[in-house]
């Protein structure tokens, strides 16, 4: 007697057990009680129509006593796998057992109904899941546990853990591969000897011999090769979608059974070798595509592999080599000629140079002394550095860029979006048009209807069409990160190539925002040391580019009821008197003085009024740099068609002099954060698309406003939160690189999208009047989809990439 199959991993129910369970109105048995536990809470929280949806039955879960997931809860354990945005928790987690899009369904719903889980998305393709949860009411054991309890095995995602996925997935696509190339060369000989019969003469039972001997070289290819592209089908299919491999798979199925059908009565035609062909060509393509795909991808991770594994932290006079996850800020550590820094922080001794091309993409390497801050990642490359410790891990620069990447690479651009859809129709059109030929030619030649309804599926498949957008934009991201400037929407490369506007702030982005005080002009009795450490006192909480100039100066005093009106100045209580420092109408409105005389300045330099509640005390005068390559890339920018422009908080005189200086062709002065923003809305109202390059706090709405943003690798943190991309190494001449390489992107999406279209439209009349085998229909598919990839790959040869195009929309808007 056949053994019973457990209901829900379907193994055998040893003989003499009772653990059943009713599901959807029927007793189910179980195995063991680690699946019926399972299967009960799968019931229990309304989930049943998992059993519905899947396709395969459930791995048999362990026992919950097994694994100790307590140790999650560790904060030490956390920090290398737990994330903090805002009052929540998130953690990418890779979950064994997946092994159908219900499983995704399952996960998702399960968890989305316990109590602190505030998202949940789960991948089936990489059998990952990003999961945000409130650690108040959930903690990362009980969330792991319930996983566990519904028969998956959860774990933190790991660079290790992620080569052995690729690994796995290469691994397995060559076996695939190495199957179908052995089918085809097999298939191909016995089909040599089936031709010459046909004609030559051939007695019917060797070429019905022949024939059997094809089915079996061919029967692993159809079973184990193509294997992908029904179970891709099969998925989209019962989601309601028509993907590319649907074409595909009816093409090999028809074929295939077609096929055998000829063999069992020994009447027609037998495609066993044209099935074998196009296969391993459909997988050879797409393992080309996949190692494109991996290639960015290690390319992105490679960034997080910078990092040294131990570093010297100094106890005394003493030095101990530590794993670099166990230092503290506060530490010092020393870091030796030619090693990576493996933190963030400030150098306390030593005089170097440090390579920050992981942050910036500049390779020349960059003068350090005592009190200037290093990244981890950088490499220094002459003399011992003794760094006092600011932050490690999670909290670095170089992890913030690498959750940008992420970030990006998660993202779907709108005009991938668009290309999926208009693939799901073409499909559509292709099982239309295959249906109308299979008609045409089964009414007029049906032996050969098979073959040319097969070369129709397999030679109008939208492969190319579905690759032709997002192959392009990989390529360029990842080309932009290796230039220093990262995109953090997926949106931002297509409106770079069709902005015709760029507008600039001035302090801290065209300019250095290193200020420095080069005179103080004393307006009541105080010394101009008590001026300075008054104005010190006021500016030492501000992150504004005019507060660095105070930095150098000595506090003794610290002040209370700090409010700081953006883009105009700051006010607060020092010893119980109001002080206030900023622009000359700012102090008047605040404190309603009368104006002192304006002192006579030089062009470009910046005066601050410094007052106390009832008199005004002193002229200070700033003096800023203009930023590296700020003349050559406006002069770029302007020489590719764009019209540029300077809207600042600054003195009307020091604006008009800095745009006559660059070449800025508008310019507008003391403008607060709302007049900027509503200069930008008017512009996007006429038509304009507008680039925003910002640095501060106040330019917040006026780059979240346009309709792309960037921002400085030195702005400020909320800047770079709301800016679409970041400009790491701070080189204005990056800018107009970007932008023609935007603009080269959207050329070699029009020309794969124009070649894919016409590739289908040319090639489908012919396979419809039978000119085209099925075996060189699939030729033909991958090489065109080969074709937009290399097109595509193009975009990374800097040389390749002509900085001043043409300004013509490629874009579909």
Known sequence: MTPQSCYHCGLPVPAGTDWTLEIQGEPRAMCCPGCLAVATAICDGGLARFYQYRTKSAIRPEAPEQASLAVYDLPEVQADYVETIDDNRQIRLLIGGITCTACAWLIENH??????????RVNVTSHRALITWNPESLKLSELLEELQQIGYDPRPVSDEAIRQLRDQENRRFLQRLGIAGLGMMQAGMVAIGLYAGAFQGMEPEWQNFLRWVSFIIALPVVLFSAYPFFRA??????????????????AIILGFSASCWATVTRTGEVYFDSIAMFTFFLLLGRYF??????????????????????????NGNKEETIPVKLLLPGNLIRV??????????????GVSSVIEAVLTGEQMPVGKSPGDVVSAGTVNSENPLRIRVSAVGHQTRLSAILQLVEKARSDKPAAVAMADRVAGYFVAAVLVVSALVAFWWWQHQPEEAIWVVLSVLVVTCPCAL?????????????ELRQRGFLISRSRMLEVLSQVDRVVFDKTGTLTLGDLSVVEVIELADQKESDVLAIAATLEQDSRHPIARAFAGIEVTDRGTDVVQEVGSGISATIKGNCFAIGQPDYISRLFDLPMPAMPPVDAGQLPLLLAEQSRPLAWIILQDQLRSGAASAIQ???AQGLETVLLSGDRVAAVENMATKLGIQQWFGQQSPAAKLDWVNRCQQAGHRVLMVGDGINDVPVLSGADASVALGDASDFARIHADSILLSGNLNTLPEVIGLARRTRQIIRQNLTWALLYNLLALPLAAAGMIPPWAAAIGMSASSLLVVGNALRLSRRGDVPMMCSQQPCFAT
């Open 111 to 120: 968890l989305s109904k316990l109590p602190g889980v505030v998202d949940v």
């Open 233 to 250: 089908a099969w998925y989209s299919l019962r989601q309601g979608h028509l993907i590319m491999d649907v074409p595909v798979s009816l």
């Open 289 to 314: 595509e996949m190692r494109v795909r991996h290639r960015n991808d290690m390319r992105a991770e490679s960034l997080g592999q910078l990092l040294p594994v131990t570093a010297r932290r100094l």
């Open 336 to 349: 030796a000629a030619g090693e990576t820094i493996p933190c963030d922080g400030e150098i306390t001794e």
């Open 466 to 478: 579905s690759l032709a957008t997002p192959a392009a934009i990989a390529v360029a991201t990842g």
């Open 636 to 638: 770029q920018l302007t």
